[in-house]
């Protein structure tokens, strides 16, 4: 498995609506080695500076990434190949925020890698410049944040609010909130929703919600010494250890236990890590049913094969 060295930085309290964290990653792949990333409910701006990554299709031909790209929301699994040297500046933003920054629904992004400079319409130039020209994180961070304060200034955030709502509660009950009483909470139809969905954040909510259980099936099982697999499928509201299985294997083509066990650096680069909003409070959340939602479970679990 590649060396890697990641670094975390949280954004300023001006820009948390907007920015979930920043990430700075050193990946030494000598030789060239490629793995799985699995479907993110989010987006993030990926800086390249190092050698540029590279995807591999179902056919196993390869396709260059942008040298800076939009790395969008996915709902299936993607097969990413490393060089001998990555060194990439992330930024992961909050998923409700992608029609705001880029003026444009987030449906057309959707599983896809699009280069900065094209979804931006070259207003990016100077900024990309500075960020080549950084001298280590901070210095990126500041070069980036000072290009987001113009366009919130530019653009304000009062559109923000609708959907920044309904993907916090999502993230909030680690996807167990059943989108029609979300639907009812909000006060729209779950049509109306869906559109709001495919337009903001470039999936529907029941897909969305789905990676979002997943990923907090994940970030669970990282903390533990072993791993009930039967009692976590209980506890994230699966009906059974098999529908758990169910839908690792449709989501990303592994059962749970090989996911765990294939996760490498560049999953970190892709996906949300341990810091994100998708974490679950340490208090359960009731829902507009009534239904008490389950807060996480703690090592120590006898390990069941999945």
């Known amino acids: 498995m590649p060396a890697a060295a990641i670094g975390l930085h949280a954004p300023s309290a001006d820009l948390a609506r907007v920015v979930d964290y920043y990430q700075s990653i050193e990946v030494d792949a000598s030789p060239a080695a490629q793995e799985t990333v699995i479907p993110a409910p989010r987006y993030s701006l990926i800086f390249q500076f190092g050698n540029v990554c590279t995807r591999v299709d179902a056919r196993g031909a390869v396709h260059d990434y942008p040298r800076h790209f939009i790395a969008a929301s996915t709902s299936s699994p993607v097969t990413v190949r490393l060089g001998a040297c990555t060194q990439a500046f992330r930024v992961a933003m909050q998923p409700h925020t992608v ?27 100077p900024m ?16 980036f944040e000072s290009w987001l304060r113009a366009r919130m200034n530019a653009r304000g955030m009062n559109d923000l609010q609708r959907m920044e709502h309904a993907v916090g509660r999502i993230a909030a009950t680690a996807g167990q909130l059943k989108i029609r009483d979300l639907a009812v909470e909000m006060s729209v139809s779950e049509r109306q929703l869906e559109r709001w969905f495919l337009c903001t954040v470039g999936l529907g909510p029941k897909v969305y919600q789905r990676i979002a259980r997943l990923n907090a099936v994940l970030d669970e099982v990282r903390l533990q ?11 994230y509201g699966y009906a059974d250890q098999s529908h758990l299985v169910r839908d690792f294997v449709a989501l990303t083509g592994e059962t749970p236990g090989a996911c765990l066990r294939s996760a490498g650096a560049m999953r970190s680069v892709f996906q949300h890590s341990n810091t994100s909003a998708f974490r679950m409070s340490s208090s359960p959340v009731p829902n507009p049913a009534g239904r008490r939602l389950r807060t996480p479970l703690h090592a120590g679990r006898a390990r069941v094969a999945a």
């Open 128 to 143: 990309l410049r500075a960020m080549a020209d950084a001298a280590g994180m901070e210095q990126r961070v500041q070069v």
């Open 225 to 235: 010494a072993g791993v009930d697999w039967a009692l976590l499928a209980s506890h």
């Open 99 to 125: 029609e705001w920054l880029l003026q444009s629904a987030a449906f057309h992004l959707h599983d896809s890698a699009t280069d900065m400079e094209s979804a931006f319409g070259g207003r990016t130039q």
